[in-house]
T-cell receptor
Framework: GIQVEQSPPDLILQEGANSTLRCNFSDSVNNLQWFHQNPWGQLINLFYIPSGTKQNGRLSATTVATERYSLLYISSSQTTDSGVYFCAVKTSYDKVIFGPGTSLSVIP | DADVTQTPRNRITKTGKRIMLECSQTKGHDRMYWYRQDPGLGLQLIYYSFDVKDINKGEISDGYSVSRQAQAKFSLSLESAIPNQTALYFC???????????????FGEGSRLTVL
């Protein structure tokens, strides 16, 4: 089955720094989503991005489906950005596979 | 109000008890899902339903059952809870890609279950 990898597994940033999170997948996918799980456990939709680039405030994402990866950019990080970032892909069989996540800690 | 509502949000129970987690949605989506998240890990699919008459097992369905009472309601039951079912449980919904939708997943706020 399809494999989804995320890197780095852990990241510590000083407030105000920028970061790039990566999601690699081993086969073609129908769609891709990025989620943020905050320290209280809530899963928040960040982007639905099967291809192309989208931006929402300090966050942006790019998916290059032909090369099987997606990037999540966080600029001017804030302590409220802390948590775990998951990518999730949907295969042609309508199955959603989650990556293992990147744990981000933003320190003041 | 949240589009996907889960009850209860927190529950502590004892081994052998029957537990039901409920999920309701106001998004009008046909598809509903139950996921489990163990501490420090990703999400695993327990059951999913593409419409009221369609129920399917996911990766980790053993020890769980579900009921799709209506398009908007999908409940998860643990018939006889055991300690290794202690986890965070999420309900999710999506529209149908084959009917002009995107299949984008939307999650409830989670139900934290502890089995002693």
């Amino acid at each position: 089955g399809i494999q989804v990898e995320q890197s780095p597994p852990d990241l510590i940033l000083q407030e105000g720094a920028n970061s790039t999170l990566r999601c690699n997948f081993s086969d073609s996918v129908n769609n891709l989503q990025w989620f943020h799980q905050n320290p209280w456990g809530q899963l928040i939709n960040l982007f639905y991005i099967p291809s192309g680039t989208k931006q929402n405030g300090r966050l942006s994402a790019t998916t290059v489906a032909t090369e099987r990866y997606s990037l999540l950019y966080i600029s001017s990080s804030q302590t409220t950005d802390s948590g775990v970032y998951f990518c999730a892909v949907k295969t042609s069989y309508d199955k959603v596979i989650f990556g293992p996540g990147t744990s981000l800690s933003v320190i003041p | 109000d949240a589009d996907v509502t889960q009850t209860p949000r927190n529950r502590i129970t004892k081994t052998g008890k029957r537990i039901m987690l409920e999920c309701s949605q106001t998004k009008g989506h046909d598809r509903m899902y139950w996921y489990r998240q163990d501490p420090g890990l990703g999400l695993q699919l327990i059951y999913y339903s593409f419409d009221v008459k369609d129920i399917n097992k996911g990766e980790i369905s053993d020890g769980y059952s579900v009921s799709r009472q209506a398009q908007a309601k999908f409940s998860l039951s643990l018939e006889s809870a055991i300690p290794n079912q202690t986890a965070l449980y999420f309900c999710a919904t999506s529209d149908s890609p084959g009917q002009g939708g995107t299949g984008e997943l939307f999650f409830g706020e989670g139900s934290r279950l502890t089995v002693l």
